[in-house]
């Protein structure tokens, strides 16, 4: 019914950058928050950065000054710019979107397949 569809990711040295996007595409009557996830091995799925509709964002504080998440809300899409990328930023990071779909009742959560982040010289 919705779709996230991620990429971006890939290979990355200590102190590059990279860039997110998500597009979310299917049957959407509105999108409210959207947001980037990631996940290391044997760690639980943390937030890393979400924007609201109005565009107010929020970070998690490893990464506070140096990623910033916006949006498109023309094209359904946010995009994650990462920069001064360190070794811990090493995840799998995962589209979030709160959807109300065009058949639904109620806004609920979507989430991309994963694009994996590799930071490593």
């Known amino acids: 019914q919705v779709q996230l569809a991620e990429s971006g990711g890939g290979l990355v040295q200590p102190g590059g950058s990279l860039r997110l996007s998500c597009a979310a595409s299917?049957?959407?009557?509105?999108?409210?928050?959207m947001g980037w996830y990631r996940q290391a091995p044997g760690k639980e799925r943390e937030l890393v950065a979400t924007v609201t509709s109005g565009g107010s964002t929020n970070y998690e504080d490893s990464v506070k000054g140096r990623f910033t998440i916006s949006r498109d809300n023309g094209k359904n899409t946010v995009y994650l710019q990462m920069n001064s990328l360190k070794p811990e930023d090493t995840a799998v990071y995962y589209c979030?979107?709160?959807?109300?779909?065009?058949?639904?009742?109620?806004?609920?959560?979507?989430w991309g397949r994963g694009t994996q982040v590799t930071v490593s010289s």
């Open positions: 299917g049957s959407i009557f509105n999108i409210n928050d």
């Open positions: 979030n979107a709160q959807i109300r779909t065009g058949s639904g009742r109620r806004m609920n959560d979507w």
